[in-house]
């Protein structure tokens, strides 16, 4: 005989399997989508009638094929809604139950399936609550394995004190949903994943915020504001789709390393049309020189855009010959005089170097024009305009004027000559500054220019005074508060008219020139009435580790608030050893015994020692620009840990980190927080003073 709880049990297993059969039928459904994409792929090209339609037919159908494309090993949805009455958004669907996943999927007469997680009705799975169902009879969660569901948890708004987390099958147990608990501390290996399934009401509100909206998110480690930036991108192409194909999205990261880590995070969610790239390669450069540290940091000042400016401007001269053309048997002459009062209207009018040079050209021929009209009873055609405008004549004196440059030209042409800088600078920069730029052994031509890294933001400057750069319609811009001003600058002129999210934390600004605050930063990238929302609660970092490195933040010199941690899991051990490299290879495979990634993260100048001491081990390890890990051991220079994640971390010599560099305390910040689950600190040094009162070991 089968007691009340058997039955029960039973029952739930039974939910279970219906539910699996839901999503093998919502699997089916999606491949049939994918084959009628497909189908219409192979013939689609010769359905339209001209080579460019056919052509924007092809695009548009490939993207359709790679977005249906899933991953077999995450299911087509991660919840599912139950509703007291049909949602309001189609009058003609009186359905009150619905699937949340990461893609719209539909049935063969287009009945919905599984909703896109960003469609409004989906809102609700994210915000609902027992205070404010909005709707909501039962919430349902699901948990999976290798694409196939293992569990699910309901939550029942609509009662009074709602049992949330009640009803995993298998386990009747109430409380917070462990399922919920599961996924945000699942282990890390391999790059960035999506977080559809356990985003938070407060950042679901910025993820949803309008597109005109621009956001500043101020959020400690582990806060997810990575992760509320991309699925806000994702969010914002599913809302403004027509507008974000033709104008675009972009998203800035602080290096390529990060841009590899978040890369596959949209294309997991459909979305493929968003551009990604590091603040350094917004001007791609060979970069073969290496700056002073205070040399770059005056590189990056931002009166640097008053001198590249003035540099620029000051090449335009007065006229010194006239200018003449042939009109028939004619000649026809514009005087210097004249020349200058054109120049004088199209400097007046330019916003751009280049657009004014053009302006100019065609003022001139139309000047010309003009002359020949009023002495010639033959007027002058349309086609002796433009080739007067492209005749050598006009080019010359146009050259004369207003010549023309590029950005490589014009930089190396300002730092190898003393007499131009000092121009330049005039009332900007001091001697002592000067000196700093001048180059002491300038290259023979632009060609020929060793460049640095830091010169990318002067030769970006004169390139946006040049011609505009293309304007997107949003900017995503990650770890902003390293942002230098003249790396904001860059930025704003790619978002004139467009919006703005940025992501950061003042804690972790590790650069010479990182931000002391938030509106110091957005008045740089011209956004200076963005709105300034604190993420506070960390999901991803234990909250012993976060307690550890909490110790550091007093001694930053901010007003932030503290970030606290919701996970009572992990561990903390801080370890004292001679030979250190040895020691930390030694954690490391001590790490591996558990699941997940292990980050070694050692200051920049243990890199080569460290590699050593893994190979001497044994271990197979990665740096961090391996493009398909080999193995679950990541080293990484301390410098490169921003925005990474490991679920172990190995942390060596914490004094030595901070003594590295000038801003070695912010920096120690950002290494401590990489862990997800366990950190072992190894040292040989004492630990800086604000750690001490905190050794674990």
């Given amino acids: 005989m089968k007691t009340p709880g058997t039955d029960a049990q039973t029952a739930l297993v039974d939910e279970l399997e219906d539910e699996r059969r839901y999503l093998a039928d919502a699997r089916a459904a999606l491949g049939r989508m994918r084959d009628r994409a497909e189908a219409l792929l192979e013939v689609g090209a010769g359905t339209v009638g001209d080579a460019y339609a056919a052509e924007r037919l092809g695009v548009a159908l490939v993207r359709r094929v790679r977005e249906l494309t899933v991953d077999d090993d995450t299911p087509l949805f991660f919840g599912r809604l139950d509703l007291a009455e049909p949602a309001d958004d189609d009058p ?8 949340v996943g990461r893609r719209h999927v539909t049935d063969d007469v287009s009945h919905p399936l599984v ?3 960003r469609a409004p009705v989906s809102r609700a799975f994210y915000r609902a609550s027992a205070r404010e169902p909005q709707g909501v009879v039962t919430r ?3 948990g999976s394995s290798g694409g196939a569901l293992t ?8 009662r009074a004190g709602a049992d949330a987390g009640a009803g995993a099958a298998g386990d009747g147990a109430g409380g917070p949903s462990s399922i919920l608990t599961a996924e945000i501390e699942r282990a890390r290996v391999g790059p960035m994943r999506d977080i559809v399934a356990t985003i938070q009401p407060e ?3 910025l993820v949803r915020a309008d597109l005109s909206v621009s956001l500043c998110v101020q959020g400690g480690p582990g806060t997810g504001k990575t992760a509320v930036g991309l699925h806000r991108a994702a969010y914002l192409f599913y809302t403004h789709r027509q507008r974000l194909q033709h104008a675009g999205v972009l998203i800035v990261g602080p290096n390529r390393t990060l841009i590899r880590y978040i890369a596959q995070v949209l294309p997991s969610l459909g979305e493929l049309d968003a551009e990604q790239v590091s603040v350094g390669d917004l001007y791609p450069l060979d970069v073969r020189a290496t700056d002073a540290p205070d040399v770059a940091v005056l590189k990056h000042d931002a009166r640097m855009a008053a001198v590249l400016h003035r540099a620029l401007w000051s090449r335009i001269t007065p006229a010194a010959a006239p200018v003449t053309v042939p009109h028939g048997s004619y000649r026809y002459t514009l005087s210097p005089d004249a020349l200058d009062e054109l120049v004088a209207e199209a400097r007046a009018q330019a916003t751009t170097y280049g657009g004014g040079r053009e302006r100019l050209r065609s003022r001139i021929a139309a000047a010309l024009m003009r002359t020949v009209e009023n002495r010639s009873a033959e007027a002058p055609s349309e086609s002796w305009f433009r080739s007067t405008s492209r005749s050598r004549p006009v080019t010359q004196a146009l050259d004369a004027v207003w010549p023309p440059t590029t950005p490589e030209a014009l930089v190396h042409g300002l730092l190898s000559d003393r007499a131009a800088l000092a121009a330049a ?3 900007v920069l001091d001697e002592a500054e000067q000196e700093l730029l001048l180059w002491t052994r300038p290259a023979r031509s632009p060609r020929a220019v060793r460049w640095s890294e830091h010169d990318a933001v002067l030769l970006d400057e004169v390139a946006g005074l040049l011609n505009r750069p293309r304007a997107y319609s949003h900017l995503i811009v990650d770890e902003a508060q390293d942002l230098s001003p003249m790396q904001c600058r860059a930025l704003a002129r790619r978002s004139t008219h467009g919006s703005v999210t940025v992501l950061g934390d003042l804690a972790q600004g590790t650069t010479p020139w ?5 509106h110091h930063t957005l008045g740089h990238l011209g956004k200076a009435d963005a709105q300034v929302v604190p993420l506070t609660t960390g999901f991803r970092v234990p909250r012993v580790v976060m307690e550890y490195a909490n110790g550091l933040v007093p001694s930053l010199g901010l007003d932030l608030p503290v970030t606290s941690s919701l996970r009572r899991d992990g561990s903390l051990r801080v370890r004292q050893a001679d030979d250190l490299v040895a020691g930390a290879a030694e954690e490391c495979r001590a790490a591996l015994a558990f699941e997940g990634s292990v980050g070694l993260i050692v200051p920049d100048s243990l890199v080569e020692d460290a590699a050593a001491a893994l ?8 740096g961090t620009d391996a493009e398909v890990p080999t193995g679950r051991v990541t080293l990484v220079p301390a410098s490169l840990a921003k925005g990474l994640e490991y679920d172990h971390v190995v942390a060596v010599e914490p004094a030595r980190v901070v003594a590295e560099e000038a801003r070695g305390l912010h920096r120690l910040y950002v290494v401590l927080t990489r862990a997800v689950s366990r950190l072992v600190v190894v040292r040989h040094e004492p630990l800086p003073e604000a750690l001490r009162s905190r050794d674990a070991a």
Avoid: C, K, N
């Fill in 615 to 622: 190979d001497a081990a044994g271990l197979a390890w990665d």
């Fill in 115 to 117: 909703l896109d997680w």
């Fill in 203 to 205: 950042q679901d509100e």
């Fill in 514 to 518: 990182a931000a002391p605050s938030w």
């Fill in 92 to 99: 003609d669907d009186d359905s009150t139950r619905f699937y």
């Fill in 151 to 158: 569990s699910f948890e309901d939550e029942h708004l609509d």
């Fill in 140 to 142: 349902r969660r699901f």
């Fill in 425 to 427: 600078v005039d009332g």
